[in-house]
């Protein structure tokens, strides 16, 4: 199987994971007397079966993505330097604040318009990075 199915397949453990841990929280107490919806000792075992599952799987794609980790180390700083950008300040010129309605002047040394910039730059980086660990992901096995 390749990386590409092999990720799919973990986000499909990881939300089979994320019910069966629901099923548990949510069905464990009945009240005394009433049937109990679901076998509670079963699903732990099967939760721990597919974690057990899950890890093996995230073993082997770390193994396999060893080449390209860099490449998803930077795709994360990335995004996350695009999230910093999107959260500064640009405001400039005169604004009311307050509940005086007080007037205050801003100047922005960072504009909109570096901002922006900044972020389309980041973005495509991001987007030739993933494209090349789309190929990758699509051209390497795992077993």
Do not use: C, W
Request: hydrophobic content about 40%.
């Amino acid at each position: 199987m390749n990386i590409a199915k092999a990720l799919k397949m973990k986000n499909q453990l990881i939300n089979e994971i994320n019910k069966l841990k629901a099923k548990v929280k949510n069905h464990n107490s009945v009240v005394k007397g009433n049937e109990h919806t679901y076998d509670i000792p079963k699903l732990l075992l099967q939760l721990e079966a597919k974690s057990q599952e899950l890890v093996k799987l995230k073993v082997k794609l770390t193994q396999a993505n060893a080449m390209v980790q860099d490449k998803i180390y930077e795709v994360g700083e990335l995004k996350s330097m695009i999230t910093f950008y999107r959260e500064i300040s640009v405001k400039q010129g005169k604004v009311n604040i307050g509940y005086n309605n007080e007037l205050v002047a801003y100047e922005a040394q960072f504009k909109q318009r570096d901002k922006d910039e900044a972020i389309e730059k980041l973005e495509q980086r991001i987007m030739k990075l993933q494209d090349e660990l789309d190929a990758f992901n699509y051209t390497t096995s795992i077993s």
